[in-house]
């Protein structure tokens, strides 16, 4: 089988983005670029794996053929501390005999090999149906025959010269120091999943998803008072090529002069020497005094939020206690949904679940049962409508069509249930951030993601961020240090009271979103528009020495 390699990544932040892995066997850059296997050549080995798994009492078989690459940059100060390009190659099936699931995996794609695999996949789900109690109940899905779909990049971030990408980094680095940092960490990540899926259904799926992220951290520290600050990139991992780092001027944003925010290109360069002098300002900023205060949330700190108390509270799997072992469970369970009236939130608050949406990171054609993809509600005007949810789980919702939110990490893990991009719908009346501070008398606005907690149920949660601005009487005032807010998921979420319009949307999310046993690591996007939310608790985090 391959061999893993784990890489420990630094600078995250937040716990959203706590660790990432490397699957696969090293090699060069230029390997990279590499062709695989055509399409052809991918159905006829998927072929294989179909026909033999039926032979041996397969009712339903599919096949994931999948090459993974993945570059990873790390750099500290004026020096590259890593370099790691990776590639993960290989097939798993997955069936259904006598009612119940089976599955195997190898990276030995000779024909007798495959014909093997599919053959065990069949024995352990026989054998598995002596434990089962009840039948898998698969929606209907009809074959969409042989397709295609590729993330709509200009550049592809792996024939950028390592060269190239080093000297960005290191600019980076150097600006950052020579505008007031201490230390500074910078980092690029580029993945390519090259996706096969076909099952007896009638679908050859071939996809080929790009994603990316460019990030770091600044620290200034003041020796005399014995402390440091830090503040990370205001970047967004992305379903986008290397145009992301393209820097356009249209696509940034300054807010009343203070903070740069970034949409669909971002200044990798700018937001480091901006950083640098923030992280500076911090080291004097003044403390927050902890109290009730409307909270005005930017994207990058507000997609955080959204991830753990809508996001995974409504992973239908965690719902019905499948996670509770490792993940916890959620406090958004059945009978509330069935009620038709919980109120999750504000009338204003409404959440969109969405496998299509552009740039975003879980972004993809078909999912990994082969599912067209789509978007639905979750909250529509406050009230929980739905959940999400994969094939095998969509008849205890009542429907008969899944959702699509089948996904694996590599071809050797067994797709299971996987968030899709959850996103808050954008004000429907013209309003910006500068109206939205205007009409608050006593806030806070935090931008970018700090460290964060929330209880095993997703429901009673604090969070912090990267910079915090006092807001008296309509007017930003000074930096603040130190803040964290308080809440509990249904609470925050009904103190709701106003929503930017669509010009202020944006996406943030995780390129390394950890979930199952064994662990697999996803890959999904936030949108929305900077919020406000009153009268929300605020403590002080700050302690003496």
């Not at 699509?404 to 249930?417: E, L, N, P, R, V």
């Not at 500068?434 to 907690?453: F, P």
Request: charged share 20%; net charge neutral; glycine share 8%.
């Amino acid at each position: 089988m391959n061999r893993r390699k784990f890489v420990q990544l630094s600078g995250m932040g937040a716990a959203l983005f706590s660790s990432g892995m490397v699957q696969g066997k090293i090699i060069s850059a230029e390997d990279l670029m590499m062709p695989g296997i055509d399409a052809t050549a991918k159905k006829r080995l998927a072929d294989v794996a179909l026909n033999a798994a039926k032979s041996k009492g397969a009712t339903y078989a599919d096949v994931r053929i999948g090459r993974y690459l993945r570059q990873y940059f790390f750099t500290k100060e004026m020096r590259v501390e890593n370099i790691v390009n990776s590639e993960s190659y290989g097939l798993g099936v997955r069936v259904i005999a006598n009612g119940t699931w089976g599955f195997c995996a190898t990276n030995d794609l000779s024909v007798d090999s495959i014909a093997k695999c599919a053959a065990t996949a069949v024995a352990i789900a026989k054998a598995n149906s002596e434990m089962q109690e009840e039948p898998v109940i698969l929606a209907a899905q009809k074959g969409v025959g042989i397709q295609t779909w590729k993330t709509p990049i200009t550049k592809n971030a792996f024939t950028i010269p390592v060269k190239e990408k080093i000297d960005l980094l290191m600019k980076v680095n150097g600006e950052a120091i020579k505008n007031g940092a201490t230390f500074v960490n910078s980092n690029l990540f580029f993945i390519n999943e090259q996706k096969y899926f076909a099952s007896t259904d009638g679908s050859y799926i071939d996809q080929d998803v790009h994603r990316m992220w460019p990030t770091f951290t600044v620290t200034a520290v003041d020796k005399k008072a014995g402390k440091f600050k830090t503040r990370d990139a205001l970047s967004a991992p992305i379903g986008m090529g290397y145009e992301y780092l393209d820097g356009l001027a249209s696509e940034k944003t300054s807010i009343l002069g203070k903070p740069t925010v970034y949409r669909f290109s971002y200044d990798m360069v700018e937001d480091a020497i901006l950083a640098a002098h923030q992280a500076q300002e911090k080291l004097t900023a003044k403390t927050v005094v902890a109290g009730k205060y409307d909270m005005i949330l930017d994207p990058s700190n507000l997609g955080l939020t959204i991830h753990e108390s809508v996001g995974h509270p409504l992973e239908l799997d965690r719902v019905l206690g499948y996670e509770a072992n490792l993940a916890g469970t959620s406090f958004a369970t059945m009978e509330k949904w069935e009620s038709k009236t919980f109120e999750y939130g504000s009338k204003i608050v409404n959440f969109v679940a969405d496998k299509t949406q552009p740039n975003s990171m879980a972004a993809v054609g078909y999912d990994d049962e082969g599912v067209p993809c789509k978007n639905w509600n979750l909250i529509k005007d406050g009230i929980l409508v739905n959940y999400q949810a994969t094939r095998d789980q969509v008849h205890l919702l009542g429907e008969k069509e899944s959702q699509g939110c089948s996904f694996a990490d590599s071809w050797d893990s067994i797709q299971f249930q996987r968030m899709p991009n959850v996103s808050l719908q954008p004000g429907k009346e013209k309003y910006g951030v500068a109206d939205m501070i205007k009409d608050t008398e006593k806030g806070i606005y935090i931008l970018g993601r700090g460290s964060s907690s929330i209880d095993q149920q997703r429901y009673n949660f604090q969070f912090s961020g990267q910079l915090f601005y006092e807001v008296k009487n309509g007017e930003i005032v000074g930096m603040l240090d130190n803040a964290a807010y308080q809440s509990n998921s249904q609470e925050f979420w009904n103190s709701c009271a106003k929503i930017c319009d669509k010009d202020d949307y944006r996406l943030f999310g995780t390129l390394f979103d950890g979930k199952g046993q064994p662990g697999q690591s996803s890959a999904v996007s936030h949108g929305c528009s900077t919020s406000r939310f009153n009268g929300v608790n605020v403590i002080n985090t700050g302690r003496k020495i």
